[in-house]
């Protein structure tokens, strides 16, 4: 069955630093990916994914992600955080040919001012 | 539009309780979805439906049953609860199809069980 990974359970940054989110998952296959963010007390919001093409994916709030099918891997970046960043961030996947999604355990994001 | 509400937000329960949560959506999506959420454990999948009528289990189906008798409508039925239980409940909803469709959630139920 699918799985999914992510590196880190806690980050803490200051602001203005850059930040880097792993993710990895099992299915060797054509794969959707997602990566959402939930702010304290809210739901899950999309953030951004990638179907097809450039594996550099651009989203919502300054966040980027980089597909890289060897690795099996899509990490989230943002250059600089801010104090609102600080959220819980999920990276999920979803098979081509499925109707399900798969969840990672999720990171928590705490951003210092 | 409103996109996928869910009822009721909090609920407090005693063992043994049942309840039934609601998810509705305006969107016309095929995919319903609940999940459930605990610290350090992500969103599980409990239940989902492909369409009006068919439901089918996820990964941690056990102590809850579904029902999909409107396309707009998800609902998720706890017959007897018990502290295990204990979590916040996520509804989403995706169109049909083979596409980058992402899920749209719902903003949750607080479900305690004492």
């Known amino acids: 069955a699918q799985s999914v990974s992510q590196h880190n359970h806690h980050v803490i940054l200051s602001e203005a630093a850059s930040l880097e989110l792993g993710c990895n998952y099992s299915y060797g296959g054509t794969v959707n990916l997602f990566w959402y963010v939930q702010y304290p007390g809210q739901h899950l919001q999309l953030l951004l994914k990638?179907?097809?093409?450039?594996?550099l994916v651009k989203g919502i709030k300054g966040f980027e992600a980089e597909f890289i099918k060897s690795k099996f891997s899509f990490n989230l970046r943002k250059p600089s955080v801010q104090w609102s960043d600080t959220a819980e961030y999920f990276c999920?996947?979803?098979?081509?040919?499925?109707?399900?999604?798969?969840f990672g355990p999720g990171t928590r994001l705490s951003v210092l001012p | 539009n409103a996109g996928v509400t869910q009822t009721p937000k909090f609920r407090v329960l005693k063992t043994g309780q049942s309840m039934t949560l609601l998810c509705a959506q305006d969107?016309?999506?095929?995919?319903m979805y609940w999940y459930r959420q605990d610290p350090g454990m992500g969103l599980r999948l409990i239940h989902y439906?492909?369409?009006?009528?068919?439901?089918a289990k996820g990964e941690v189906p056990d102590g809850y049953n579904v029902s999909r008798l409107k396309k707009q409508n998800f609902l998720l039925g706890l017959e007897s609860a018990a502290p295990s239980q204990t979590s916040v409940y996520f509804c989403?909803?995706?169109?049909?199809?083979?596409?980058?469709?992402?899920?749209?959630f719902g903003p949750g139920t607080r479900l305690t069980v004492t």
């Open positions: 989403a909803s995706t169109p049909l199809g083979e596409g980058s469709y992402e899920q749209y």
């Open positions: 999920a996947v979803r098979d081509n040919y499925g109707q399900n999604f798969v």
């Open positions: 990638y179907f097809s093409g450039d594996p």
């Open positions: 969107m016309n999506h095929e995919y």
């Open positions: 439906s492909v369409g009006e009528g068919t439901t």
